[in-house]
């Protein structure tokens, strides 16, 4: 344990700290909702090291998707598929690293065999089985490497955040299409020299942050040349294994931002440009700034990148999926959950921390939101509860 404490930053001071399964997963899922992605694998790495348990593996997928690591992701869910063949989560994040890969067909099984084991859960397979067979529509190239290289090409996105494990936050998602015929700027902006198509690229954002994404690999960080402005931004950097040829972006934001707050990051797989808002909690409706003239004009709605000639309208199918989804009523465990996690998303730090503390070290048989008691607690020793009728406490390491 001590090994794998040092491996994963949790020895401080000379002490280890928090050593079992159960806590380093609760600590991984803190980190995992603060998006602090590559702190929550650790910790995911270390709990599914000390006990193999489906639900860890299929999070730990699910952080490597949000890390752009999709074949190791995939892995990790065939492991906890192993584990629980029922894992309904390790199934959708599973379908999410096939379709960023261009697997089109092994995602939409995936998801489709995510449903039928979890028709109720709110994750959105129905929303991601749809993009799998607009994607496989109209397409008579082989599914693989071709049909990937092609969706690259295409201006447009995947939309996006799905459920994260234990997430309480939400976040609204855009995603930025070109139309068949772009205007002049945009085409300026996004064509390269030798005239290939643009290198596709989505937004989204949370009540503090927008967030872009260029899905543009091998990009050298050194490279890559970025400037904030409160209403501007603009982004060039070389083709991937071409020197004369740059890809440039110039944005004239739709909200003003702070400058000095925003970042870039730049991984193997694209480049992420976060922007901090000026105006905390202020949803924007679009990423750039229209003019009046076209304020007032009917917006087109974007389409989907696919092969198909087809058009259809993915924002009335989300709000479909929405409404059916706000339109089941939950029963049993389901609405006893629904009740913790509407508890949690409206609670403060104090009383998730006397929820997430007292709930783990119980052994899921104490949910406290009052920290004063719970700070006090040794529901692993002294305190510690009788167990239901007919379970016994046993340590996680006798066998």
């Known amino acids: 344990q001590a090994i794998w404490a040092q491996r994963a930053g949790l020895v401080r001071g000379g002490a280890v700290q928090a050593m079992d399964a159960a806590s380093l997963y609760g600590s991984a899922n803190e980190c995992y909702v603060n998006e602090e992605y590559e702190e929550a694998l650790k910790h995911y790495t270390c709990?599914?090291?000390?006990?193999?348990?489906?639900?860890y593996r299929s999070c730990l997928a699910a952080?490597?998707?949000?890390?752009?690591?999709?074949?190791?992701?995939?892995?990790?869910?065939?492991?906890?598929?192993?584990?629980?063949?029922?894992?309904?989560?390790?199934?959708?994040?599973?379908?999410?690293?096939?379709?960023y890969v261009g697997d089109f067909v092994g995602a939409r099984a995936a998801f489709e065999a995510s449903l039928q084991t979890a028709p109720h859960a709110k994750a959105p397979r129905q929303l991601w089985m749809r993009k799998c067979d607009a994607e496989l529509s109209g397409s008579s190239l082989p599914l693989g490497g071709v049909v990937a290289e092609a969706s690259r090409q295409v201006a447009g996105t995947a939309a996006a955040a799905t459920s994260a494990p234990a997430a309480p936050r939400e976040v609204s998602v855009s995603t930025a299409a070109s139309p068949q015929v772009p205007p002049q700027g945009e085409a300026k902006a996004a064509l390269s020299i030798s005239g290939r198509k643009p290198i596709r690229r989505e937004w989204y954002q949370?009540?503090?942050?927008?967030?872009?994404?260029?899905?543009?690999?091998?990009?050298?960080?050194?490279?890559?040349r970025v400037d904030f402005k409160e209403q501007e931004l603009s982004v060039s950097f070389p083709f991937p294994g071409c020197t004369d040829e740059e890809y440039t972006l110039d944005l004239d934001l739709a909200e003003p931002v702070e400058a000095a707050e925003c970042r870039v990051e730049v991984s193997k797989v694209k480049v992420e440009i976060k922007?901090?808002?000026?105006t905390a909690g202020l949803q924007w409706k679009d990423l750039e700034r229209r003019d009046e003239a076209d304020a007032h004009a009917?917006?087109?709605?974007?389409?989907?990148?696919?092969?198909?000639?087809?058009?259809?309208d993915w924002s009335q199918i989300d709000r479909e999926i929405e409404s059916d989804l706000k339109s089941e009523k939950p029963a049993g465990d389901e609405a006893l959950n629904k009740l913790f996690k509407e508890i949690y998303d409206r609670a403060d730090e104090d009383t998730?921390?006397?929820?997430?503390?007292?709930?783990?070290?119980?052994?899921?048989?104490?949910?406290?939101?009052n920290w004063?008691?719970?700070?006090?607690?040794?529901?692993?020793?002294?305190?510690?509860?009788?167990?239901?009728?007919?379970?016994?406490?046993?340590?996680?390491?006798?066998?």
């Open 47 to 55: 709990a599914a090291t000390l006990e193999e348990r489906a639900e």
């Open 352 to 369: 998730r921390r006397a929820m997430n503390k007292s709930f783990q070290t119980s052994g899921g048989t104490v949910l406290s939101t």
């Open 372 to 399: 004063g008691e719970v700070a006090k607690s040794d529901y692993e020793g002294k305190d510690r509860p009788t167990p239901p009728e007919g379970q016994v406490w046993k340590d996680w390491k006798e066998k």
């Open 275 to 278: 922007l901090a808002k000026k």
């Open 206 to 224: 949370n009540n503090t942050h927008v967030f872009i994404t260029i899905f543009a690999k091998g990009v050298e960080e050194s490279a890559c």
């Open 298 to 312: 009917a917006p087109e709605q974007p389409a989907y990148p696919t092969s198909n000639k087809q058009k259809r």
């Open 63 to 99: 952080t490597l998707v949000k890390l752009g690591k999709f074949t190791e992701a995939v892995q990790e869910a065939d492991a906890a598929l192993k584990k629980d063949k029922k894992c309904h989560m390790a199934l959708h994040w599973k379908g999410l690293a096939l379709f």
